[in-house]
């Protein structure tokens, strides 16, 4: 009998362990999380919007870690801090491999899912993998009128290690490497809207408008819904992949002005298509447009053009 109840104990220990430890998927609607919450009080989850924000109200058992701490500089936003940074940083928030962790932001336009991306890549690229990102952030969990709160969540550091994935990220030697040698093994995805990749917008960060050489345009905005600010259903995201062969090539490299809007385009073709091999190249073209080499670029505007983008401003402002 003592046989018995040791076994049953074992039985159930083993099965509370795997409830509390239970992953999610990638993506989660905020009446998901909701009951991943309720059934799991102790989920690692990340509010990225501002301090004001997150003070004003936020997701009960949220920790406050503003998207400003997971970036560059301001002359290159996109630039990927290194590992004893991070590592710092993710031991302060308290994060460990033994519960799920779900990044959340406003939810305030398509652009700003690209942070929630952002850091969930950053995260993975550190070795911490069972991560998932609310779909339409603060926004839909408010909409879907659960539970907000206003006080801070205490944080107990851990002790938690990282270790970078160098098969998530790319950098500009590597990517460089590919162009020169026109290596056709991979596709070279430009996630901006279709006014930047064609040269007749720039981002501030950027010395110059255009794309970088043999990018193809893939806007990180066909991903949402037409009537709100979500990712649309997967089964819809899997057949735009398809239907624009997005998912043939051997390697997949996603870049924008500063690795914000590509973050999306990461997001989607590696954890909701199940591309295999899609990586971010972080800097992107604020990196790639201020070497002082002039890499290799396509669609840049010619200097009459640059000369009258100057001018425009000028009497603009």
């Given at each position: 009998m003592k046989g018995f109840y040791a076994s049953l104990a074992f039985f159930l220990c083993l099965v509370f362990t795997n409830a509390q430890a239970a992953s999610y998927q990638p993506l989660l609607e905020a009446p998901e999380l909701a009951v991943a919450l309720s059934n799991n009080p102790a989920l690692q989850i990340i509010d990225i919007r501002s301090p004001e924000d997150y003070a004003a109200g936020h997701i009960p058992n949220a920790v406050s870690a503003p998207y400003g701490k997971w970036r560059g500089p301001a002359d290159n936003p996109g630039k990927l801090g290194d590992d004893a940074y991070f590592e710092?940083?993710?031991?302060?928030?308290?994060?460990?491999?033994?519960?799920?962790?779900?990044?959340?932001?406003?939810?305030?336009?398509?652009?700003?899912?690209g942070a929630a991306a952002r850091v969930y890549w950053t995260l993975k690229y550190l070795g911490l993998t069972d991560l998932s990102v609310l779909n339409g952030g603060f926004q839909q969990w408010q909409q879907a009128e659960q539970t907000i709160v206003t006080q801070s969540t205490?944080?107990?550091?851990?002790?938690?290690?990282?270790?970078?994935?160098?098969?998530?990220?790319?950098?500009?030697?590597?990517?460089?490497?590919?162009?020169?040698?026109?290596?056709?093994?991979?596709?070279?995805?430009d996630a901006r809207p279709p006014i930047f990749y064609q040269g007749k917008a720039k981002a501030p960060t950027a010395s110059t408008g255009g794309t970088i050489a043999s990018a193809q345009n893939t806007p990180f905005g066909q991903w949402f819904n037409d009537n709100d600010?979500?990712?649309?259903?997967?089964?819809?995201?899997?057949?735009?992949?398809?239907?624009?062969?997005?998912?043939?090539?051997?390697?997949t490299v996603s870049f924008c002005n500063t690795g914000h809007w590509a973050a999306t385009?990461?997001?989607?073709?590696?954890?909701?298509?199940?591309?295999?091999?899609?990586?971010?190249?972080?800097?992107?073209?604020?990196?790639?447009?201020?070497?002082?080499?002039?890499?290799?670029?396509?669609?840049?505007?010619?200097?009459?053009?640059?000369?009258?983008?100057?001018?425009?401003?000028?009497?603009?402002?």
């Open positions: 710092q940083l993710v031991r302060e928030l308290g994060l460990t491999q033994q519960q799920p962790i779900i990044v959340y932001s406003s939810g305030a336009d398509e652009t700003d899912f205490p944080v107990q550091g851990s002790q938690v290690t990282v270790q970078s994935n160098p098969k998530l990220v790319i950098f500009k030697d590597e990517l460089l490497e590919k162009i020169t040698q026109q290596d056709a093994t991979y596709q070279l995805l600010t979500r990712i649309r259903p997967v089964a819809e995201i899997k057949q735009l992949v398809r239907s624009q062969g997005l998912d043939q090539a051997q390697e385009n990461w997001f989607v073709l590696s954890e909701l298509a199940g591309v295999d091999n899609v990586r971010l190249y972080p800097a992107s073209l604020a990196e790639w447009t201020q070497d002082k080499a002039s890499l290799p670029m396509a669609n840049t505007p010619s200097r009459l053009e640059q000369i009258k983008a100057k001018f425009s401003k000028l009497v603009n402002d």
